[in-house]
């Protein structure tokens, strides 16, 4: 009697784990996704991060057997839409591609975000490596990097430079340029890196660091130069856009990495599903081609992993804030 007593609970007790395991474990192993998910972007449609996104979002899509679709919700140099991922629930339909502005240099920029990038983010991959180029309006006397740096020496006070928001690519790469070449050109804020590029096209400011996938079509209107790939060697996609060895500042060297994460809190059977497709999607000759046409390049396996990717975000938080710290930037008020 004692021995089927005890049998008898020993079953009941497993019958409630397993239970217990089917109703907390979501959807990773219980048929995840069932609906469509939503990946947000910190900047408005039409920029690299956007475009970088929207192709991802494809591909993620048809490996998961549901849409993902791309809200884009910019403001304050990505934070906006950040903090909205951060109160997301961590369910893994709710996912962010931020970017080495929005992620790394906002944790120092802003001071009083809502959310530690750190803390309160999973990270699933980095997806995407994009060469940044230094775009300047059609009029300008320069021609080159070297000329560039001397007329901006010369001039800088009367120019100014075009960003996406403080913290944005756009803008790390002007802060950057300014410590370079020992120039102090001021930089104008816009909602979007594409309202940037825009107006140097217009000749309403002097120059922008813009993505080589937004630079193609921008220099073939012929509105703006392509003076340098802030790079070692050229791109493929700009073969006529000297890289920075090729100049006077050969250590110049400025990617932007793209990187997709959860809310913190998502089950770890969802993060591992997530990063599976993402590399899955980032595999498929559709995405490599996009990414060629693009100039963006794949990430290393390294950086494609869930470790990989948040030991990535906390060195670049590190790095950002030093190189912040020492080119003058002040914190924002978030």
């Given amino acids: ?40 972007v910190p900047f408005t449609a039409g920029g690299a991060t956007d475009v970088l996104a ?12 549901q849409t993902v679709v791309v809200e884009n919700v910019p403001g304050a140099g990505g934070s906006v839409g950040q903090a909205k991922a951060a109160r997301a629930t961590p369910d893994g339909y709710t996912m962010l591609l931020g ?8 944790a120092s920029l802003y001071p009083n975000l809502p959310y530690d ?11 995407g490596d994009a060469p940044q180029v230094l775009s300047v309006r059609a009029g300008l006397p320069a021609d080159d990097l070297d000329s560039f740096a001397q007329y901006a020496r010369d001039h800088g006070a009367q120019m100014n430079f075009g960003t996406a928001g403080v913290g944005s690519g756009s803008f790390l790469g002007g802060v950057l340029l ?24 217009a000749g309403h400011i ?25 790079r070692p060697d050229r791109v493929d996609v700009l073969p006529g856009v000297p890289a920075a060895r090729e100049t006077a500042y050969p250590a110049l060297r400025y ?9 913190r809190g998502v089950p770890a059977p969802v993060v591992r599903q997530l990063n599976e497709a993402i590399n899955r999607a980032l595999a498929t000759p559709a995405i490599q081609q996009r990414y060629a046409r693009m100039g963006v390049a794949l990430p ?21 804030r030093d190189l912040l710290a020492k080119a003058g930037v002040k914190p924002q008020d978030s």
């Fill in 117 to 127: 990038v750190l803390q309160d983010f999973t990270a699933l991959a980095s997806v």
């Fill in 99 to 106: 970017n080495v502005g929005t992620l790394a240099a906002n």
């Fill in 255 to 263: 990617d932007i990495w793209n990187m997709m994460l959860v809310p």
């Fill in 300 to 320: 290393s396996a390294a950086h494609r992993s869930t470790a990989g990717a948040a030991a990535l975000l906390a060195d670049e938080v590190a790095r950002w």
């Fill in 206 to 230: 002097d120059y922008t660091v813009e993505s080589s996938s937004t630079a193609v079509s921008s220099i073939a209107s012929g509105k703006i130069k392509g003076l340098v790939v802030m």
């Fill in 178 to 201: 300014n410590a370079a070449l020992g120039i102090e050109v001021p930089a104008v804020h816009y909602r979007g890196a594409a309202q940037a590029t825009a107006d140097v096209m």
């Fill in 1 to 40: 009697m004692n021995h089927r007593l005890l049998t008898r609970r020993h079953l009941a007790r497993a019958g409630l784990s397993a239970l217990a395991l089917f109703m907390a474990g979501p959807a990773g192993a219980q048929g995840f996704p069932v609906r469509p998910l939503t990946l947000l």
């Fill in 54 to 65: 929207r192709a991802v979002a494809e591909e993620l899509g048809k490996d998961l057997g």
